[in-house]
């Protein structure tokens, strides 16, 4: 079993992700009243926790690299600080990249999936900050097996998912999303080559939702001329 998961983004209405490259609201309406929808309609959700990339978990951390002192950690299990009943802020970051300095991003407890080939060091840097990781495989890419030890260990069972393109590409590539939730913003990049919502680029060349459905579920137009739409993923039989 595996958390239900929802891929919660903010777009332009051509598919881009950046705010600060987007056209400006229109007269009258605020720019802060349409950015605050994102946090709003996400909270209804009621989700245990959401997960991220490591650029994005990198942005918000404000931790630095540093030596931790212990001894080698010959296995690689996952390890379950305090959590203190807090939502989970996951960090897909397979090299173990991203240096937190504190448990929590937000006040929700940070969860690290890692590679197993990440060095002793860093885990024992997680571990001195309070930070809670789990193994992904050896490469860090068993997404599957990852959901399932955040359920398992973790008693997940909703979680938003807000990458970039290239996470969430993979997600779906795995058949991982179970719902996207969808907020247009009323704006346009327009700009060729600027990240999107899923931006797949596995070698194998496949369509990531290939053998997949959309089923709209929800469409809500909300204040200042933002629509929320929500879609369901099925698998063709």
């Not at 002793?120 to 809670?132: I, K, P």
């Not at 704006?187 to 080559?193: E, N, T």
């Amino acid at each position: 079993m595996r958390p239900f998961i929802i891929c919660h983004m903010v777009t332009s209405i051509d598919g881009r992700l950046h705010p600060s490259r987007f056209t400006a609201a229109a007269s009258r309406l605020s720019a802060s009243q349409l950015a605050s929808h994102y946090e709003s309609v996400a909270e209804q959700f009621e989700a245990d926790g959401w997960i991220v990339g490591r650029k994005t978990m990198s942005e918000m951390a404000k931790g630095s690299e540093r030596a931790a002192a212990s001894k080698p950690i010959a296995t690689r299990e996952p390890y379950l600080a305090d959590r203190k009943d807090r939502n989970l802020a996951i960090a897909i970051d397979p090299k173990g990249r991203v240096h937190y300095g504190k448990d929590n991003i937000g006040g929700d407890h940070i969860v690290a999936v890692l590679a197993e080939a990440v060095a002793d060091s860093y885990l024992a840097e997680l571990r001195e900050d309070g930070v809670s990781y789990i193994f992904a495989g050896p490469e860090g890419d068993d997404l599957s097996g990852a959901m399932a030890q955040l359920a398992s260990l973790f008693g997940a069972k909703k979680l938003l998912l807000e990458g970039g393109g290239i996470l969430n590409g993979a997600f779906l590539r795995h058949r991982l999303i179970d719902e996207f939730s969808t907020l247009i913003y009323p704006a346009v990049d327009g700009v060729a080559g600027t990240p999107s919502i899923i931006d797949y680029n596995g070698a194998d060349g496949r369509q990531p939702g290939a053998g997949q459905t959309l089923r709209l579920i929800g469409c809500e137009a909300l204040d200042g001329g933002m629509v929320w739409l929500r879609h369901a993923v099925g698998v063709i039989s």
